[in-house]
């Protein structure tokens, strides 16, 4: 991915050059406006039509046979749009001019520079009967070059989620848009009949359709009806002219179904185009942008066939021994549609880019300020460049440098460490850990990791037990208040994991640590064992088991350290601790069950929630460090699972459970306010609880003067009102929450509201 990010800031850098007017819009077909609006929509010629879709609603077909196979042809493109002579002419071009004989006029009706081509092949084998079963294979892909393509392929792919027009919501960038087919799109949309013509040896109608509301996240298109069957033919979706999603300039989709009888339907084409930028389109359309192509096709259906369980097994690397290196006759034969004179160019073009100096110096500049990370040697990684600096009340100003090893992004093994150096305390302190990954098929790997620093321990409920961890929970530069309840901690850490299915995975960690209060006179640790003796440090060993489980998650990459894609999958945590008495010292053996689960949920058109709960008990008494804090966030950052009004250490608990919600209504109601709506800003709605108890063995082992206290009279609570997609153009990245504590406000130093602020690159 480090050469296509290079490759696309090398255009960004040009971003604002001089303008030339183009007319066509990503597809080059121009949608008629619908002119006559009907206020009654029994009135409208085309509801009729539409309901008799509605009535004879089709379903898949590929649902009703108990298994089938298929073949599926992906091929990526990404191209840059608007090239004109002042940008070729640019002087960051010079030496790298001979890009611009690739350049294509006719794809897109603008004047473009296609950059990166993937081609990609699948076999699909699905059991739905008895159970529900399924596997994608791949069996050969062909890049245009890029080192690090399967990144920038998921990237592309990350960009996309599957479409059903039949369904009433389709998923765009995991924000539900009302589809044009749905039983309800009449509440949204505006229809109108505009013709009747033969498709595909088929009469059907013309039926165009936009929005009711144009600030509504909602499309502007066309269906094909067949006038025989009421079945969709083809249907052409284009977003808003301003949608407000981040970086997005606009989507535009056509779809294509066979319909081989009354009541079902079969996939067969579906292509769509997102066009990019961080500004918005200009009245002459004529900014610099990327427009980021999928398109898919099927064939080779075989239905009702016996399937192997190695054709319905999933693995992690679900790839064809020999996917990157298949013939060019194989690709002549399989591909379903031929290259274009412009996407073969690709392959050419790219590999002569490759080989130029100027380029390999942007790519290098490139990879520091995407990874924070400049590498020496393709071995080692020296940065972050992100995390250089910090400030907290024990080591005043803090300088940090880290290192890793990083020969390529399918590395089998990592060592990775840091060094800091605080200036008030003058210490330095460190970590370091190794893992290795012995094969990529269940992921089995063992590590170690040694640590020596100051912790915020609490932080985080369901925390794992690993070494290299960043966060601003140690910091006062972005916080409020003093953070007094750093701890020092020295830690040893063996751990080994395997995932036995595909995205579940059991891990086990052996743990060995000392911990004592970075300030005793602010936070005192100290505690009674269960011999009366008192100590002022603790030292603790134990072991973990971890159960982890991602169902429908998509990585990227395949090597140690995976890049995950956006999806909807949950995440669902079990985890056991023991802690063992007398074990290389260690003062207290207890146990700890910990559960976690979090998802994000379309809500129809009214947004996607996420959702989050954790549950837990410690079963012995332990001193503060082992206990559940209730996780608070002193920081001005947003912390999506933490409280945002709650102190570190603030409520203490054996047994617990907290609730997280997050709303995001995706601008339904600013959209109705004359003047805000206009500012493209959405919503976001925040609840959190938390409720717990503290044992009386717990509280009679303090001896410091900290009290202990749980959430136990009352439900904790706090509530939120959040603003993002706060920027310029399509350059919205920024949000601010409002926060409100519910209850418990008579406690000391209790913070009643707050303000947090986010950098968000989603979507």
């Given at each position: 991915m480090k050469s296509c990010?290079?490759?696309?800031?090398?255009?960004?850098?040009?971003?604002?050059?001089?303008?030339?007017?183009?007319?066509?819009?990503?597809?080059?077909?121009?949608?008629?406006?619908?002119?006559?609006?009907?206020?009654?929509?029994?009135?409208?010629?085309?509801?009729?039509?539409?309901?008799?879709?509605?009535?004879?609603?089709?379903?898949?077909?590929?649902?009703?046979?108990?298994?089938?196979?298929?073949?599926?042809?992906?091929?990526?493109?990404?191209?840059?749009?608007?090239?004109?002579?002042?940008?070729?002419?640019?002087?960051?071009?010079?030496?790298?001019?001979?890009?611009?004989?690739?350049?294509?006029?006719?794809?897109?009706?603008?004047?473009?520079?296609?950059?990166?081509?993937?081609?990609?092949?699948?076999?699909?084998?699905?059991?739905?009967?008895?159970?529900?079963?399924?596997?994608?294979?791949?069996?050969?892909?062909?890049?245009?070059?890029?080192?690090?393509?399967?990144?920038?392929?998921?990237?592309?792919?990350?960009?996309?989620?599957?479409?059903?027009?039949?369904?009433?919501?389709?998923?765009?960038?995991?924000?539900?848009?009302?589809?044009?087919?749905?039983?309800?799109?009449?509440?949204?949309?505006?229809?109108?009949?505009?013709?009747?013509?033969?498709?595909r040896s088929q009469k059907a109608f013309v039926i165009q359709f936009e929005p009711r509301i144009k600030e509504t996240l909602a499309f502007t298109g066309s269906l094909y009806i067949s006038t025989d069957e009421y079945s969709v033919l083809r249907a052409t979706l284009r977003s808003p002219a301003k949608m407000g999603v981040n970086f997005v300039n606009g989507v535009f989709t056509v779809i294509e179904y066979d319909n081989p009888d009354k009541n079902t339907f079969l996939p067969q084409k579906l292509s769509t185009s997102i066009e990019l930028s961080p500004f918005s389109k200009n009245k002459k359309n004529n900014r610099k942008s990327f427009i980021i192509t999928r398109s898919v096709s099927y064939n080779q259906y075989q239905f009702n066939i016996p399937l192997t369980e190695d054709q319905l097994t999933e693995k992690e690397e679900e790839q064809h021994k020999n996917f990157y290196t298949q013939s060019g006759d194989f690709w002549k034969q399989n591909r379903h549609d031929s290259l274009s004179v412009q996407e073969k160019g690709i392959y050419e073009m790219l590999d002569k880019l490759q080989e130029t100096p100027k380029f390999k110096a942007i790519v290098r500049t490139t990879e520091v300020l995407a990874t924070g990370y400049y590498n020496i040697g393709n071995a080692i990684d020296i940065g972050y460049l992100y995390s250089i600096y910090d400030y907290n009340a024990i080591e005043g100003h803090r300088l940090r440098l880290s290192a890793r090893t990083y020969f390529g992004q399918n590395d089998m093994w990592r060592v990775q460490g840091f060094l800091t150096y605080g200036f008030r305390d003058e210490r330095f302190k460190y970590a370091i850990e190794g893992k290795y990954m012995f094969n990529k098929l269940n992921r089995f790997m063992l590590g170690y990791g040694h640590r020596h620093s100051l912790r915020q321990l609490g932080a985080q409920l369901t925390t794992d037990d690993a070494i290299i961890r960043s966060t601003f929970a140690t910091s006062s530069v972005f916080g409020r208040g003093e953070n007094n309840s750093l701890s020092w901690v020295s830690q040893h850490n063996f751990f080994t994991a395997i995932d036995p299915i595909k995205n579940f995975t059991i891990r086990l960690d052996a743990h060995h640590q000392k911990i004592k209060a970075a300030m005793p006179k602010q936070f005192d640790i100290r505690f009674y064992d269960r011999k009366g003796n008192v100590h002022t440090h603790l030292t603790d060993s134990h072991l973990t088991l971890s159960l982890i489980a991602r169902p429908g998650a998509k990585f990227a990459k395949t090597g140690i350290d995976r890049s995950?894609?956006?999806?909807?999958?949950?995440?669902?945590v079990l985890k056991y601790t023991r802690g063992f008495e007398g074990v290389f010292g260690s003062d207290v053996a207890y146990n700890k069950l910990q559960f976690l689960f979090n998802k994000p949920f379309l809500v129809g058109t009214l947004g996607k929630s996420f959702v989050g709960v954790e549950i837990g008990k410690t079963f012995d008494p332990a001193p503060i460090p082992l206990q559940n804090s209730i996780p608070g966030n002193q920081s001005y950052g947003i912390a999506k699972y933490a409280f945002a009004q709650l102190n570190f250490y603030e409520f203490i608990a054996s047994s617990y459970i907290t609730t997280h919600w997050e709303h995001h209504l995706n601008g339904k109601l600013f959209s109705l306010l004359p003047l805000i709506k206009k500012l493209n800003l959405r919503e976001v709605l925040i609840a959190k609880a938390a409720y717990g108890t503290l044992s009386d063995e717990a509280k009679a082992m303090n001896l410091s003067g900290y009290r202990y206290r749980a959430p136990d009279k009352n439900i904790y609570f706090e509530y939120g009102l959040g603003v993002e997609n706060i920027g310029i153009g399509n350059l919205r990245i920024f949000r601010i929450d409002f926060n409100w504590r519910g209850n418990y406000l008579h406690l000391p130093n209790s913070s009643k509201f707050g303000i947090k602020f986010g950098i968000q690159y989603s979507y």
């Open positions: 990010l290079s490759f696309m800031l090398l255009f960004c850098f040009s971003y604002l050059l001089s303008q030339q007017e183009t007319e066509k819009q990503i597809d080059g077909i121009v949608i008629k406006k619908v002119q006559k609006k009907y206020k009654n929509k029994k009135d409208n010629p085309a509801y009729a039509i539409m309901k008799e879709v509605w009535s004879r609603k089709k379903n898949n077909a590929l649902e009703k046979f108990d298994t089938y196979s298929l073949q599926e042809y992906e091929k990526i493109q990404y191209d840059v749009a608007n090239i004109d002579s002042a940008f070729i002419n640019s002087k960051i071009f010079q030496g790298l001019d001979f890009i611009f004989k690739y350049t294509d006029s006719a794809t897109h009706g603008k004047p473009s520079l296609p950059v990166y081509l993937n081609e990609s092949i699948y076999n699909h084998f699905v059991q739905n009967s008895p159970t529900k079963r399924k596997k994608k294979l791949m069996i050969a892909q062909k890049s245009s070059g890029f080192e690090e393509n399967e990144l920038v392929r998921r990237a592309g792919q990350n960009l996309y989620r599957e479409i059903n027009l039949y369904d009433n919501v389709i998923n765009y960038f995991d924000i539900g848009f009302q589809s044009p087919v749905g039983e309800n799109a009449f509440a949204t949309y505006h229809f109108a009949i505009t013709d009747t013509i033969h498709y995950e894609s956006r999806t909807l999958a949950p995440t669902i």
